[in-house]
Each structure stands twice: as structure tokens, then as C-alpha cells.
């Protein structure tokens, strides 16, 4: 038995989204297989037919070198492959140790034996090499352990098949070479691992043969060792893309922002500053504080005023803008049209007395939109009918177009291809470069390194450490994202 | 004058624990039951009827039980399998019941909306108290056990909590919703056998005067944890017994009959502006 999972001719649409189209990829028993592509490109699809989540339109999921249907998770997880979803699937309100036997509770009569489920959790978790706190609530442990907590379920349940979707997405460097270490050990011990990434260096650091996928197609399949870093971006890409690196700013001025409190910082005119931390180290609050979506103590004064006390569209009108990591919920109004989001803010400065003119609108916002390359047909669209990543554009549109003092941006480029990423982080820096003050938030250390004329490093809800941006303080950065000293 | 509030007040709180714990049940598994009013009618009619037909109470509540959970079943069916909203299709099935029961009363009973029927076994009591009274107390700590130590309580928690995470595991969340559903049903069926034959001994078409709905309020109050719930319950029927008592005191009826009503609403904004306070602490 040499393809211990593939796919063969597996098409899949979603409407008149072609997810997938005729793919065929065979995964080697004992290796680390990688699936490469953009966001869109159909891996996710993929696994979750290859895992039973989901049936293809036509073609067939091979397990051992035989064709079969899957009709649900249960016969994925009969067949011994695991899946440890992008969005992890783990019950926030339950602890480790609940959420590692859910399905598969040891009992003794009608009770679960929780002494048993202890046990055979430690085992496992000694097995691999980990520790982790089995009583604690999931909700309240790093998306690392909740990880490694999925990974010891899928082994538990009899997996000899790991599919990883972009396990590494939200981990700080150091959690990622321990997860890459937990992989290639696995597949020491005779596993079988599918690693999805969009990250080329990890996917070349960790696997033996690499699968490249575009537009819900399969580009090539080659073994790690025959393709370098540049062919593969290339390949995962369609075609060439520039990217600027790091350019420091070349002209600082005086302080736009400056916050108090237990995460106290400033950011001056002309000025990027990054901050970066494991998921849930208060960069959430912080951002929240400054746009004004919470009350909290601490002073935030904006271009030397005090604007502690204001609500968020007094903020706005004080030259704050706001890019929302959360698209849907705070970046637009997913059924409003997009003439209705590009005015959103500044509707006010449109407007007269209370009226609007449609005319003055649609001028608005149709130069809103050109001139940040929206694609988009009619004006009065709901913003929902856009892609992703020309909803993101809609949004920096708005946000940039009235030049703010300050602007905010949480994790702008989340969920945006590689083109779109180099396009936004080229207005940031105009932006910058035109004498505004930019917090930037990501979750991805490269986007900060390479934007980001400061980065300050936050940790358990403190400011852990500051340093300068550019690829020299990726070390160090990752150090104080886990609460060590830089060194 | 104190002690006879409290009887009263314990007999007025098992058909809401008993309603209060079904919708817990319903709750934890992630759907809020807005149809316990409804299902609270059905079974205090079919309580009443098969009670006055066996001369039997215990044929009696298990007939509530059966006939709330009938209608529970079909309800968690619409919302799981049809997709239909849980808030319309709550209130819809309650509206519906109690229209169809009106109906009944006046075309099929020949009463104009109350109904006494012959032969009507009512509950026994010892010292004051019945069997319901004793299954509400015995269900509080067993639901609470059950949901943190049996395989069916974590995966009820799980499929609330985490939907399609339970589905990825293979856990038929669906499944699983329809029988909390069902069983809240049942719960709530007895809990409406319990006004007629453990209070009234008669049917009345708005007996239930909105206790489906406050032990909607209690479970909500005790967060899905079934002791805070059960004293959410407790709270409301003291002021129940106690505006019963109040009523021969010379204030108009229909003022001391909101007190109760009132109560929830108290309790329910303290519930909110604690949970704003403790909002608003942790981010400072």
C-alpha cells in the first residue's frame, strides 16, 4: 500500500464558486505531505472531502489504493485519518480533558470514568512529548495547547492520517518549531501527516513531497527536495510578485497617539508601529480602547487632545481611522451597498442637514472605489457580493481616502491573497509616508517585521518589549511574544 | 401567615423547576425554548383529561409528559431540520396550542375556556407535598450530575457550545438537540399537569399565565446551572404566594398580581448590569 489518501477527479462547486476541479493528489504512506496554495484555492475543500466532511460532486476519495465514499466525519475517522481544522474544533466552555474523550468517553455504567480518561490522556501526551493542562477550560489555554490538544485527539481516536489546516496561523515562531518537531516525529513513528500552509518556508522546512493547488486546481506535485523557495512561490502565485521589504520611515514627527495604562505606548507622525503577540496578549483591548469600542481607564490622547472621554465618531472626526481585522462584523455592512459603506463615517461631511444627495454619493464613492482598484460591478451591490479581498479593498478605501492622523489597523491583510497583501501594505506605507501615524496589529510576525518602523511586543495583557522593525528582529520579537527575555 | 407563604410557595415552584430544567436541558444543548408555555398547556389539559377518564394521576402526568414531548419533538424538528428560527417557531407553537385548545374547549368540551372534569384524580400529598414536588427536587442535583459526569451531558454541553466542532467529532448534534428538545417537552408537559392536578383541579385555558415563559426567565437568570436556576424558580413563587396573600389586603388585585412579574424584571436587569460590571472590570 503505497497512497495511503488521494483524491481522484474530486470536483466540488459552491454555487458558481468551483472550489475544486478534477483534482488528483496521492498522499504517501509515512510521509509528510503539503498542500500549497493561495487562500481560495481549494485546499480546505479538499480536506474536508478527503476527511468525509464533505462529498465531491464527481470523482472519488481513495483510502489504501481503494476508492470509497465518505459520508460523514465518522467514516473519516473509521478509515483512521484525523483532522485538525483551521478553526479548531474544540469546545471553548469544556476543559482539555473533556474536549480529548468527547465521542469516545471511557465509562464505567453510565458515568464517564474520568480517573481512565486522565490516564490514557497522560499516556498519549507523554507518547509525542508534550505536557498540558487537562483540567483547564479551553477558552482560557493558548491556541498552541489547543492545538496540541486536537492532535492527542485524532491520535486518540485511532488516526494514522493528520490533516493539519494551516496549523501554523496563528502561532508565535518558536510554537511553530515545536509544532514542525511534533510533525516530523509523528511521521518517524510510521504516520501519515497532510500539512496545509500558505507558508512556503515552513512547508519546505517540514515536508517530503509538496502539492501545489490554484484556482481549485492541482498545479504540480513534486518532492520537497527538487524545488526551492522561489520556483514554489512562483508556482503558488501564477506569476511573479514584487514585494517592497523593508523601508524604514524617513521622516518622524511629533506624537499623534499616545495610550496609558497597562499597555501604555505611543506612535508619532511618519510613523509605523507594530504590535505584535500570541493570540489573546491584550491586542484586542488595546485596539478597542484606542477606536473607542470599550470603555477603559488610562489616557489616549489623539494629536494632543484628550480623547478619553469620546465616543467613537467624535474620535473619527478627530482623525482617527479604523481597519477591523473583523471584516464582517466591524469592517462593512456585509447587505448595505457598497456606495452605503464607502460614505459610512463620513456621511455626515456629505450630508446637509440630515439630507443626502444621491448624486454627491455616488461622485463619493465611485472615486472611493477607483481609486483603490475595487473591482465591482453596480454601486448599489451588497458589499457580500464582493470577494474578500476587494471587500478588504473597500474598506482601506474608506479609511484611507480621509487621510486620519491615525489610523488603526487590525490585522488588515487577514484572509487576503499574496497580490492583495503587497497592494495593502503598499498604502500603508503612502500613508505613512504622507505624514500619518500608523498602530498596526497582526497576527502575522512577517507582515509586522516588514512593515513596522517600531514593533512593541505585548505578553499577557503587558507590554513585553519594544524593538525595531525589519527581518533582523525576528528572533527576538518571537522570544518576547512567549514571555522570554530578548536576547 | 409566614409558614403558609412558604407551602404555598413550594407548590407553586415545581411546575416552574420542573418547566425551569427542561428548557435548562434545551439551553445547554443551544436552543432557547420560547414553546415551554405551550407544551405547559397541552400537558395540563391532557393531564386533566386522562387523569378524569383513568381516575388515575400517576396515568395522568405520564400522559402530560408524553403529549409535551410529542409536541417538544416536533418542535426541535422544525428548528433542526427545517431550519425555522427557534424564537418563531416557540411562540408560533405556543399561539397555535393555545388557540387550538380554546377551540377544543368551546366546539368539542361545549365550555367557554374552563374546563372541569369529572373524576379528577388529583395528586396525594404527604405533609403538604407531592410527587411532583419530589421530582422537581430530585431532578435539580441529578441534571447537574448528570451533565458534568455522563457521556449524554458533555456531549449535550459540547453541542450547544461548539456545533459544528461536536459534528466534526461525529457527534450528532441534530440528534441530540431533538431529544433535549424532546425531553424539555416532557418536563414541560408534567410541569403543566402539576397546575391542574396538583393546584386547581381544574383546567382553565390561561392557567399557564406566562409561567413558561418565567421559567424561561430562570434558567436564563441561573446562566443553564441548574441550582441557580431552581432558586431563580424559588424566588419567583415566593412572590407568587406572597401577592396571593396580599390580594385581601385592600390594594386593587391587578397591581399586586404584577408583583411577581415585577420581580423578574428586577432580577433579570441585576443580571445584566452585574454582567456589564464584570465586563468592564476584566478589560480595565
Known sequence: MSVRLGARGVSRAFGAVRANQGVDVEVRAGTVHAVVGENGAGKTTLMRILYGLDQPDSGTVVIGDRPVRLRGAADGIANGIGLVPQELAMIGSLTLLENLVLGAEPRRGVRIDWARARAEAEELASDVGVELPWTAVADTVSISVRQQTEILRALRRGADVLILDEPTAALAPAQVDDLLRLLRELRDAGRTVVFISHKVDEVLAVADEITVMRGGKVITTR????????????????????????????????????????????????????????????????????????PAGGRITLSGKDITALAVDRRRAAGLGYISGERRAEGLSMDASLADNAIAGTHRAIGRRGWLAPSKVRRYAKRVLDSYSVRYGRLTAAARTLSGGNQQRVVIGRELDRAPALLVAAGPTRGVDVLGMAYIHDQLRALRDNGSGVLLVSEQLDELLELSDRIVVLHGGRVAGELPGGPESRTAVGALMLGRKAS | MITGILTSALLLWTPLAIAAMGGLLHRVGGVVNIGLEGQMLVGALIGALVSGATGNWALGVLAAGAAGGVVGLLMSLCVTRLGANEIIAGLGFTIVLSGLIGYLLRSVFDVSGTLRVTGLDPLPRVLGLDPLFLLAVVLVPVIAWSLRNTAAGLRLRATGDGFDAATALGIPANGIRDIAGTIAGMLAGIAGSHLVLGQVGLFNEDMVAGRGFIALAAFYFGRARPLPTALACLLFAVFDATQARLQTSGVPAQL?????????????????????????RRAG
Open chain 1, 223 to 294: 518532492r520537497a527536495d527538487a524545488v526551492d523557495r522561489a520556483e514554489l512561490i512562483e508556482l503558488i502565485v501564477g506569476e511573479h510578485v514584487r514585494t517592497t521589504g523593508f523601508v524604514p520611515s524617513a521622516v518622524i514627527g511629533d506624537e499623534v497617539l499616545t495610550v496609558d495604562g497597562d499597555v501604555a505606548l505611543s506612535v508619532r507622525a511618519g510613523e509605523i508601529v507594530g504590535v505584535a503577540g500570541i493570540a489573546g496578549s491584550g491586542q484586542d483591548e488595546l485596539v478597542e480602547r484606542v477606536v473607542g469600542l470599550r
Open chain 2, 256 to 280: 399586586i398580581q404584577t408583583l411577581p412579574y415585577l420581580v423578574v424584571i428586577a432580577v433579570l436587569t441585576a443580571t445584566a448590569v452585574r454582567d456589564a460590571r464584570g465586563k468592564s
